[in-house]
């Protein structure tokens, strides 16, 4: 059941990530890691009543393909700090692979299961595969940082899925965050490729690519409770 008190989850989740992305120059320092662990347990909390989202257990193919994106978004909020909404992926969907350039990130299951499959940056074009894991409402968030796990692929499994997600600073191409899409070749090599495997990860290059084709988000209204910042 959606939380009945003064104050939405939402909303509270909201004006931590403020708190904690609001100052730029203080990002890694103990203060912004205590905020983010602050915002972190928000998110572990929140569900889809939270939000007024309800699962949706079949895709509507009827509507011709324009018209029926695979992806959607639900936009909450922006500001100059951050960004809040939903995406909503039908059922066999996928987010191709992408960066966040210079931008954190925290994703929370709202219903439905996605498999996120993560890299960090090595190079300009080599990178490690970190890792490939699976999340539901029950999971966690998934964080990820100009480091770490900085480009990944979502795709939906088993069914339609939704997910709130926060990016702090929004992209914006006139200052350096625009979003890009990879398409992974092969390993580094086969002796970098063993040692990495020994140590948990794989040395891959990836290939930055256009925006693939059968990729493209709509957008649908936010039903929940209003969030101000």
């Known amino acids: 059941m959606p939380r009945d008190n003064m104050t939405s989850l939402v909303q509270k989740i909201g004006r931590q990530a403020l708190v904690t992305f609001r100052n730029p120059s203080l990002v890694g320092d ?88 993560c890299f960090d940056r090595d190079t300009l074009r080599r990178s490690i595969l970190r890792s490939v894991g699976e999340f539901t409402e029950e999971s966690g968030p998934c964080i990820l940082t100009p480091d770490r796990d900085n480009l990944h692929q979502i795709d939906a499994v088993d069914g339609p899925t939704a997910f709130l997600d926060i990016l702090a600073p929004p992209y914006d191409p006139d200052d350096g965050r625009d979003c890009h899409y990879y398409k992974v070749l092969e390993s580094a090599s086969d002796s970098e490729d063993k040692k990495a495997e020994a140590q948990g990860q794989k040395e891959v290059w990836l290939m930055e690519v256009p925006q693939p084709s059968d990729f493209w988000c709509g957008g649908e209204p936010y039903p929940g409770p209003e969030v101000n910042i």
């Open 30 to 117: 103990k203060a912004f890691l205590d905020n983010q662990g602050k915002l972190q347990t928000l998110m572990t909390e929140i569900r889809a009543a939270d939000l007024k989202i309800a699962p949706r257990k079949v895709d509507c193919a009827s509507t011709p393909l324009p018209h029926n994106p695979p992806v959607t978004y639900m936009h909450i909020c922006e500001t100059d700090q951050f960004s809040m909404g939903v995406f909503l992926l039908k059922s066999g969907a996928s987010i191709p692979l992408h960066d966040h350039p210079g931008m954190y990130g925290m994703l929370k299951v709202m219903y439905g299961k996605v498999r996120i499959t």
